[in-house]
């Protein structure tokens, strides 16, 4: 157990919707970061946030958004959903700052699109 | 942009040793991780290497050579439990770019 929680486990929608996703990272931890899997596309980074702030900025489409909240707890809302974004979202936590720091990730949403 | 390499699968037996490549091509390079993924699961940290050479911890080792744009990771004693994928990923100061995974499948 890597102290990262993540809900729901599951979320299956349709087409058109949208979802929000749920992390909260270790104890202590400020940087959050979320990625996306797929199996066509493997793990890819979409964005981090330290204490608040967007710090760094991967392949997250205009469709997705984020935000860290003042209790360091984190959303991801997919919006527009097509059967593309159907994959595993992983967040993960750090103590650090730089995106080059160890990372421990929580169990992942999987997300599928109908 | 960030480009990474590194084989899609791998197969060994119990108790042996394999060695896993990794290539990369990025701009402002810090370093470069390995990450474990079993099936359905959520990655885990193995090693970062931000200087050239070797790092050992326990059975597993990490190799980096900044110049070459190339690592490995060397697991030994190979067991069971070791089956999994192993994602290797290079880091710059804003952006983590992530290999698409080498899946190592040990033998009995």
């Known amino acids: 157990d890597s102290g990262v929680t993540q809900t729901p486990k599951h979320l299956i929608t349709a087409t058109g919707q949208r979802v929000t996703l749920r992390c909260s990272p270790r104890?202590?931890?400020?940087?959050v970061y979320w990625y996306q899997q797929s199996l066509d596309q493997g793990l890819q980074f979409l964005i981090q946030?330290?204490?608040?702030?967007?710090?760094a900025k991967g392949n997250i489409l205009e469709r997705f958004s984020a935000q860290q909240f003042p209790d360091l707890h984190s959303e991801l809302n997919l919006s527009s959903l097509e059967l593309g974004d159907s994959a595993l979202y992983f967040c993960?936590?750090?103590?650090?700052?730089?995106?080059?720091?160890?990372?421990?990730f929580g169990p992942g949403t999987r997300l599928t699109v109908t | 942009g960030q480009n990474i390499d590194q084989p899609t699968e791998m197969t060994a037996t119990e108790g042996a040793i394999v060695q896993i490549n990794c290539t990369y091509q990025?701009?402002?390079?810090?370093?470069l991780f390995w990450y474990q993924q079993h099936a359905g699961e959520a990655p885990t940290f193995l090693s970062y290497?931000?200087?050239?050479g070797l790092e050992e911890k326990g059975r597993f080792s990490s190799f980096l050579s900044r110049s070459k744009g190339y690592s490995y990771l060397l697991l030994k004693e190979l067991q069971m439990k070791d089956s999994a994928s192993y994602l290797c990923?290079?880091?710059?100061?804003?952006?983590?770019?992530f290999g698409a995974g080498t899946t190592v499948t040990v033998r009995a």
């Open positions: 993960a936590s750090s103590v650090e700052r730089d995106i080059c720091g160890e990372q421990y």
């Open positions: 104890s202590g931890d400020l940087s």
């Open positions: 946030y330290y204490n608040g702030e967007e710090r």
């Open positions: 990025t701009s402002g390079f810090n370093g």
């Open positions: 290497n931000v200087l050239d």
């Open positions: 990923a290079a880091c710059n100061d804003y952006k983590l770019s």
